[in-house]
């Protein structure tokens, strides 16, 4: 189904495609890049809407077209998400010869096929490669929109095929704005990093569950190995085939990008635990959180490679523990 709510932000883009659409001069594929939960999907379904409404007020979500698109049932909407099937998050070779096989059947009754590739950077290296030639002479009037939050991810033979749109966060005033518009606290829009889909997840409780696995690691971090390790324990193992570790990942990202704004004289995002970021602000700034950034790109590329949550966070978890304590006091 596409994205529940409506656009905010970003209006330069989004007026841009618009434009583009208009006078029939798109690209034949974009890359939709930028933070997680900004609104480059939900602006990917709306163009699909856009370009194929049959009103003059696009898109109208009343005609035929826009009905179906939003319901995700239009044949000329096809949607390329990672296979369930498999443990890594992956958009499978097997996949992108179905998609080209959909390709070659005449378009069902839109003016303009749109292909989403959400995220793009699923696409592990044979699919990527499968993909290419389409890619770059797809069938006429078919569009390709690929979504990433992870552009360095992608392969430079599909980065050089799209034309890039960058997506930013949204502004705070803007965003808060839309959130109490929309019954929610607007302090999310600040706590949220300029991210509505976070924000919206933050409203539901998320805030809450994110508040518990911060207050537990914040708690293991400098402790005896037994419970630091009954920390990754808990929040490594897999429970319905996900884990808490890129939770974990996020989390410890957060609170030492709040020590280097304390360093900076900015404030933090997590104000209730100022007083554990400056302790790591005055032992980290600025070597060891240079070091511990590289950590968490490694981190999640593990993750990434389906590498066990406890493993990565006992390696991550340790690695701090170690640039703490060898900190000179002050």
Sequence with gaps: M?????LVGNLVQQARLAAACDADRMHHAYLFEGPDGVGKATFAHWLARYANCESTARPCGACRSCHLMQS????????VLPDPEKATRTITVDQVHELMRALQLQRHSAR???VLLDPADALNEPS?????KTLEEPPLHTQFLLITARVASLLPTIRSRCQ????????EPLLSA??????????????SGGSPGFAIRLAEG????????????????????GKLFAFTEAEGKKEEGTSRAELVVDILEELLRDAACLAQGRAPLHQDAEALVRRWSAALWPGGIGRMTDNLSRARDRLRLNVNGRVVLEALLGQLNLELSAAPSR
């Design 2 to 6: 596409p994205p529940a709510f409506p």
């Design 72 to 79: 995700g049932t239009h044949p000329d909407l096809i949607v």
């Design 112 to 114: 303009r096929r749109f």
């Design 128 to 132: 990527a490669n499968a993909l290419l």
């Design 164 to 171: 890039r749109v960058r997506f930013g966060p949204v502004d």
């Design 178 to 191: 839309w959130l109490e518009a929309r019954g929610a606290p607007p302090h999310l829009s600040r706590t």
């Design 206 to 225: 998320e805030a809450d569950e994110r508040r518990a696995v911060r207050d537990a690691l914040t708690a293991a971090v400098g402790q005896p190995l």
